[in-house]
């Protein structure tokens, strides 16, 4: 059974960098497509970025894009999301999440069937 643990989080000021991993266990990540989901505090989880498992065709959410990479190193079982020019609002605590099945990124969230525990970023102002 896929098992999916975060870690990179942290306190970061506004402007900063900050990497975040998924690392698997239990499975392959490749035959996954992982996304990159964030929650804020009184807000709904939201999606933030997905690689696909059999293209490698990433997309991101308007907030990210320009700002956030996804990458995949398939030999080490871990996905990556690269957060630069972080912002306040970009404040949450960010879930790696997996979906089989599809050949591309699923559009619900409910079709991730895999989670990580979660990762805090807090970006100061």
């Known amino acids: 059974q896929l098992q999916l643990v975060e870690s990179g989080g942290g306190l970061v000021q506004a402007g900063g960098s900050l990497r975040l991993s998924c690392a698997a266990s239990g499975s392959t990540l490749a035959y996954y497509n992982i996304g990159w989901f964030r929650q804020a505090p009184g807000k709904e989880r939201e999606g933030v970025s997905c690689i696909s498992s059999s293209t490698g065709r990433t997309n991101y959410a308007d907030s990210v894009e320009g700002r956030f990479t996804i990458s995949r190193d398939s030999a080490k079982n871990m996905v990556y999301l690269q957060m630069n020019s972080l912002k306040p609002e970009d404040t949450a605590v960010y879930y790696c999440?997996?979906?089989?099945?599809?050949?591309?990124?699923?559009?619900?969230?409910?079709?991730?069937?895999?989670w990580g525990q979660g990762t805090q970023v807090t970006v100061s102002s």
């Open positions: 999440a997996a979906a089989i099945g599809f050949r591309y990124c699923p559009g619900s969230i409910r079709d991730f069937g895999s």
